[in-house]
T-cell receptor
Framework: DAKTTQPNSMESNEEEPVHLPCNHSTISGTDYIHWYRQLPSQGPEYVIHGLTSNVNNRMASLAIAEDRKSSTLILHRATLRDAAVYYCILSKSGGSNYKLTFGKGTLLTVNP | DAGVTQSPTHLIKTRGQHVTLRCSPISGHKSVSWYQQVLGQGPQFIFQYYEKEERGRGNFPDRFSARQFPNYSSELNVNALLLGDSALYLC????????????FGPGTRLTVT
């Protein structure tokens, strides 16, 4: 599986945008980019995923570099409830895509 | 709609014992996956079941086994428990085998003493 690299931790202030980076220089053409987050004492929660184009949903935006070797998860206005570990994960598309390989993720702290 | 449910919430077992963990997927989801999360680490994939068949297995010993029932619920069994099996066990469901969104339950916290 292609690997991702994320900062161990990041800090943000409430109501400010947050840009969480992820490097995946060995990504292949069939790899999807997924973001999950895990709040304290909870299971991971799906945030967003994409393949080539930037994606938006009610939770966040995903900006994918043109060469796909990096991506950025954007939380437009951080709240205290967004404090969590954020995981950037690659997985193959198609029938062989059956697992998510989690790394250590980025611990996001949101200051009031 | 109810999310993924897991039981029990917490469990304490002794080394050498056997444990069964249970998972009920979101209604309509046919795929169930199991993950182990050791403190301070990200979840590690154990199994995926789809349509009652094992479709994927992670790098775990044969002491770990699972099955999926006709109603798509699932059990994870661990035999001959070791101290290192102490972890949070997560179940995730998805509507398809080739999934793009997985929905995780709250997990079962297993402590082996």
């Amino acid at each position: 599986d292609a690997k991702t690299t994320q900062p161990n931790s990041m800090e943000s202030n409430e109501e400010e945008p947050v840009h969480l980076p992820c490097n995946h220089s060995t990504i292949s053409g069939t790899d999807y980019i997924h973001w999950y987050r895990q709040l304290p004492s909870q299971g991971p929660e799906y945030v967003i995923h994409g393949l080539t184009s930037n994606v938006n949903n009610r939770m966040a935006s995903l900006a994918i570099a043109e060469d796909r070797k990096s991506s950025t998860l954007i939380l437009h206005r951080a709240t205290l409830r967004d404090a969590a570990v954020y995981y950037c994960i690659l997985s193959k598309s198609g029938g062989s895509n059956y697992k998510l390989t989690f790394g250590k993720g980025t611990l996001l702290t949101v200051n009031p | 709609d109810a999310g993924v449910t897991q039981s029990p919430t917490h469990l304490i077992k002794t080394r050498g014992q056997h444990v069964t963990l249970r998972c009920s997927p979101i209604s309509g989801h046919k795929s169930v996956s199991w993950y182990q999360q050791v403190l301070g680490q990200g979840p590690q994939f154990i199994f995926q079941y789809y349509e009652k068949e094992e479709r994927g297995r992670g790098n775990f010993p044969d002491r770990f086994s699972a099955r999926q029932f006709p109603n798509y619920s699932s059990e994870l069994n661990v035999n001959a428990l070791l101290l290192g099996d102490s972890a949070l066990y997560l179940c995730a469901s998805s509507p398809r085998r080739a999934f793009y969104e997985q929905y995780f339950g709250p997990g079962t916290r297993l402590t082996v003493t």
